[in-house]
Structures are given as C-alpha cells and as structure tokens.
C-alpha cells in the first residue's frame, strides 16, 4: 500500500499536534491483510493510548484515513479526522460505517484527489454535521502539507487530551 508513520502529511499533521501540546502516537501496519489486520491495529492503539489519556482522538490519511473510520466505529474515539480518505478498506465500506459514530468528526480532501475514492466520505461526514474543508490540491497535497497539518491539528484541539506533564 506503500504508506508510513513517516509520510510527510502524517508528520505535519503529528508536528501540528505537538506544537499545540497533544501527544501524538503514529505507527505502521504489519502486512497487507484487507484491512482486518490493519483496523485491529488502529483498534490495538487507541486501547493503549486510553489507558495513558483521557480524551483520545482518531487520525488518519488516504488509506489510513479509511482504517481510522473503521477503528472508531468499534473503538469510539472521543474524535476522529481524516485526510484524503479511502471509502472501502478491502470488502469493508467505510463510509457506510460513518453513520454509527457519535464522536465529532473531520475530513479535509483535496478537490483534485483522483487517487483516493474521498467522495463518498465526504458526502457521509456532510450528512453527518461534521467538519467538511475542501482545498485546491491533489491526494498529496503538494506544497499544502503545513496548512493540512494546522487544519486536523486545529479540529482535535480541545477535544483529545494533551501530552502529559
């Protein structure tokens, strides 16, 4: 699938968090598994962030941004927010999973994205009342990725836990 906790995105968006005094927990999924695998992981760290924090949000980019809206559904995070998200996660659809969440939700897409399949989780988190943001830009947010970093990191402010003292 070709991404990593070192993708530039995910790491404007874990400097963004930082900056603003919220831990940050990013991690790679072990092999391909259609998904499973990789949801039970996201599933696997939220457990392990709850234990530490009070308040722990979901994040996630393109694929990853797929797996997050699965995790929350059977992890409820206390908010979620994804960028340039995937609709299916192998057989999974996850923007029909979007409308058992409770918890405040995200999704920041780049208008001219025609790598992910974004459209239908945009439509979901419209529907939803969530927060919607459209930028000019393509699925790798070229010459965007501070102002992508500063939108998700702005959105989970006050609504996830700060780093520990």
């Known amino acids: 699938m070709g991404g990593s906790r070192s993708d530039p995105r995910v790491r404007a968006i874990s400097d963004a968090l930082v900056d603003r005094g919220i831990a940050c927990l990013r991690f790679d999924y072990g092999p391909w598994d259609e998904g499973r695998g990789e949801v039970a992981d996201a599933v696997a760290a939220l457990r392990w962030a709850r234990e530490r924090y009070d308040a722990v949000g979901l994040a996630g980019y393109s694929f990853g941004g797929g797996v997050a809206l699965l ?8 908010a979620l927010a994804v960028l340039a998200p995937v609709s299916t996660v192998g057989d999974r659809d996850a923007a029909t999973a979007l409308a058992s969440l409770s918890c405040p939700l995200a999704v920041v897409y780049g208008e001219r994205d025609d790598t992910a ?15 919607v943001e459209a930028l000019d830009a393509d699925h790798f947010f070229v010459g965007r990725r501070e102002q992508v970093g500063e939108s998700i990191a702005a959105f989970l402010d006050g609504r996830v836990g700060p780093a520990p003292d």
């Open 71 to 78: 995790a929350a559904v059977e992890s409820s995070p206390d």
């Open 117 to 131: 399949d974004w459209r239908a989780v945009v439509d979901a988190v419209r529907d939803r009342g969530g927060t």
